[in-house]
């Protein structure tokens, strides 16, 4: 220290300085405008807005808002709205392919694998109604937008091998029947996980009776896996 200079004492007043209220600023600005966590939120909140009112009725200005960015901000994120809704279709199928790797079913017996599988379709359809309806969306359109989604097919595939691995383990193992084909045994577990939720207005309203009910909930459950472990199950 150079003779006169005098040590900086500490601050005891509770009252942050200049240098601090500086380095707060710009340690909020980079929490604020962290791109990768900006994105996400976009994604979060366009995916409840184009579940709610479509890709038609969706407004930008309105996720813009609800995100705290700007139209401009979205565009140059994703391009455009039509960009904006494919990114969320991306986003919601590969949610649901990266949990169903999760459940490392090639480690457990193929029966008990086969009911894990489908007993986290049926809870991620009842839970993720927001995924439902954007499947019903696109379907609307009829797959013109995430056809487009370059990783979609690839994606998607993921669950199909999971599929044939079970069925290939419990054919060796003499429990499933050898005829099954993964595709076809996906559609059946997609089906009847999908239409209770899809569904459920129209059918309450028919039958007076709502799927979501947690009593029906629970037996509904019970049944999707009970039937489809009968289906794939060889014959004693």
Do not use: W
């Not at 039509?82 to 457990?108: F, M, N, W």
């Not at 099954?180 to 089906?191: E, K, R, T, W």
């Not at 799927?211 to 009970?226: C, G, W, Y």
Request: glycine residues 6%; contains cysteine; hydrophobic residues 35%.
């Amino acid at each position: 220290m150079k003779k006169g200079s005098k040590a900086a004492e500490p601050d005891t007043t509770g009252i942050p300085s200049d240098t601090a209220r500086a380095d707060a600023r710009r340690g909020d600005t980079r929490r604020k405008y962290d791109p990768e966590q900006t994105k996400r939120n976009i994604l979060e909140v366009a995916t409840q807005e184009f579940s709610a009112m479509g890709l038609t009725g969706a407004r930008v200005d309105a996720i813009a808002e609800r995100t705290n960015t700007t139209k401009r901000m979205l565009y140059y994120y994703f391009g455009s709205k039509e960009g904006l809704y494919q990114a969320v279709l991306e986003k919601v199928y590969g949610d649901i392919r990266a949990l169903e790797q999760d459940l490392h079913v090639s480690e457990l017996d193929p029966v008990d694998g086969m009911q894990a599988l489908v007993e986290f379709t049926f809870d991620y359809h009842d839970r993720q109604r927001d995924f439902v309806r954007l499947v019903t969306i696109e379907n609307i359109h009829g797959a013109k937008y995430v056809e487009q989604v370059k990783t979609f097919k690839g994606r998607n595939v993921t669950v199909i091998h999971t599929i044939e691995d079970l069925l290939a383990r419990g054919i060796a193992t003499g429990q499933f029947r050898s005829d099954l084909d993964p595709i076809d045994l996906h559609l059946m577990i997609s089906s009847l996980c999908f239409h209770r939720v899809g569904n459920r207005h129209t059918f309450g309203t028919a039958f007076g009776r709502d799927p979501s009910h947690p009593r029906l909930r629970a037996r509904h459950r019970a049944m999707i896996v009970d039937a489809v472990l009968r289906f794939v199950r060889k014959d004693d």
